[in-house]
């Protein structure tokens, strides 16, 4: 699915909204294009994800810099910890930070997942293949307004986009690991993107 944006804009390294002028290096493009996955599920968000193409190049200073992806359908193994980022909620209810802050999470195994999330919800929750699961450490947690944002790890000295905030009850409860979606899993149709319309 193709959606055209008028009005939508990304900014890029800006981390500090306390600033009258924002951070050194940040930049504001407009997004031309957005190209929601084809097979995206909004009521078991299976396949959250998109991709946006900016009307501009960014430019690589103090601030900004690049993620790799990961390997087509790799997995990072159980206890691996892993960063993520965001504006998102300090806790259920707020407030709202003006830094963006960070959190260290552990990767979760699908199984564990599984059985964690069902003991908290009435109906019966079944992991999608295109998402994985982090954290369930209490007060230690992305939150609400997280959404879409960055899971990284480490790996030999490089950071890899692993994970897309999608979705979790509550935010940092102790044994409750939030949902995020498998980047890997997406390499192929991200590629397809790119090449099928030349971006």
């Not at 944006?5 to 957005?34: F, I, M, N, W």
């Not at 501009?56 to 601030?63: A, F």
């Not at 690991?177 to 590629?191: E, R, T």
């Amino acid at each position: 699915m193709v959606r055209m944006q008028e009005t939508t804009y990304v900014r890029v390294g800006d981390h500090d909204l306390t600033r009258k002028y924002g951070s050194p290096g940040a930049q504001t493009l407009k997004v031309l294009t957005t190209y929601i996955h084809h097979n995206h599920n909004s009521q078991t968000l299976d396949n959250d994800i998109a991709l946006l193409k900016l009307g501009g190049k960014v430019e690589l200073k103090e601030g900004v810099c690049l993620v790799c992806l990961p390997a087509r359908d790799v997995s990072h193994a159980p206890g691996k910890r892993c960063t993520v980022t965001g504006y998102g909620y300090m806790g259920e209810t707020g407030p709202i930070p003006l830094r963006v802050r960070e959190a260290e999470l552990p990767i979760v195994s699908d199984a564990e997942c599984i059985r964690k999330v069902n003991a908290v919800t009435e109906k019966i929750f079944i992991l999608p293949a295109s998402s994985f699961c982090a954290g369930g450490e209490e007060g230690n947690d992305a939150c609400q307004g997280d959404g879409g944002g960055p899971l990284v790890c480490q790996d030999d000295g490089f950071y890899e986009l692993v994970g897309l905030v999608s979705w979790g009850f509550g935010c940092g409860r102790q044994d409750v690991p939030g949902v995020y979606a498998k980047v890997s899993a997406f390499i192929g149709w991200i590629n397809q993107i790119i090449s099928v319309n030349n971006l």
